[in-house]
């Protein structure tokens, strides 16, 4: 793995270079619906979502919870991580191509400690997710 | 939602955290992070084994539905996942047995212009291994609403 971000080197405002995920696919939803156990019928079953007013099948929110954990450990490493907090803003689509880019917004001198915050934005610019996390980074 | 649930307590509920689902699950959400295949990559980052992605242990939240049936909902198809939370307090890696305990925080009710009368119902579980170290806790926000939502 690349070095992770160090405490030393951050100040707020800096962010991580960010992440495209996508197109998805029905596939990428199948796939984590097996991989989590979510099998909410409007996730993988066309005809059930399209009966009940759904353009399509749409994605589960923790997979996109999932994309801003990557962002996030990427970032600073997994053992760095000390609180993530994942808000659901709207919901997305096969075909959908979500970005996402964190930044820091508080930097605790004493504890060594981080706060981010990331969005997880669709290809219109449509927030899908937002988060905010608590780091403790390399010094 | 039932507004007396808040306080409610489960009985606790195990598991192992298996490698093969941390590599299904690292997939799943498209992160090729080599620390979650190879416990070498694990071991240059200081972590005991193979680590679990910051949001794996929400997918074992689906075993036990006592708690969220405890909520009272009527419906499922109002319900929104309004938030999720994750504490980390110990690494979390392949081969640990946890113990999950859940309780319900809170159920709270406000009234939504947009959308009509909303419940707001807090579940937290909180995960031990099996040498009893409290290692995360996760905090599962669900709100009804007062009109059909993701469904």
């Known amino acids: 793995m690349a070095q992770h971000a160090s405490f030393a080197s951050l100040n707020v405002g800096d962010g991580p270079a960010p992440l495209v995920f996508g197109p998805l696919t029905r596939t990428d939803f199948v796939r984590y619906a097996g991989a989590s156990h979510d099998f909410n019928p409007n996730h993988h079953d066309e005809i059930y979502a399209t009966e009940r007013g759904n353009k399509t099948v749409f994605g589960m929110g923790m997979l996109a919870a999932g994309y801003g954990g990557r962002l996030m450990t990427d970032w600073f490493g997994v053992p760095a991580l000390r609180r993530l907090r994942i808000r659901f803003a709207s919901r997305f689509w096969p075909g959908d191509v979500l970005t996402a880019t964190g930044k820091v917004m508080a930097k605790n001198e004493a504890d060594g400690v981080l706060e981010c915050e990331f969005t997880l934005v669709n290809q219109d610019g449509e927030v899908i997710v937002r988060g905010d996390a608590t780091v403790a980074p390399r010094t | 939602m039932d507004t007396s649930a808040a306080g409610k307590t489960f009985p606790p509920y195990e598991f192992q955290v298996e490698r093969g689902k941390i590599r299904e699950f690292a997939a799943a959400v498209g992160d090729p992070n080599p620390v979650y295949r190879d416990p070498a990559a694990a071991a240059a980052e200081g972590l005991p084994g193979i680590p679990a992605p910051p949001t794996l242990l929400r997918t074992f939240l689906y075993e036990p539905q006592t708690s969220a049936e405890a909520l009272g909902v009527v419906d499922w198809s109002f319900i929104v996942h309004g938030e999720q939370e994750f504490e980390y307090f110990a690494p979390v890696v392949a081969g640990d047995v946890l113990t999950g305990t859940q309780r319900i925080l809170s159920v709270t009710e406000k009234e939504s212009r947009r959308a009509g009368k909303l419940a707001i ?20 926000t669900l709100i009804e609403t007062g009109q059909r939502i993701a469904d």
């Open chain 2, 121 to 140: 119902g807090v579940i937290e579980t909180v995960f031990h291994n099996q040498r009893g170290e409290k290692v995360q806790v996760l905090r599962r």
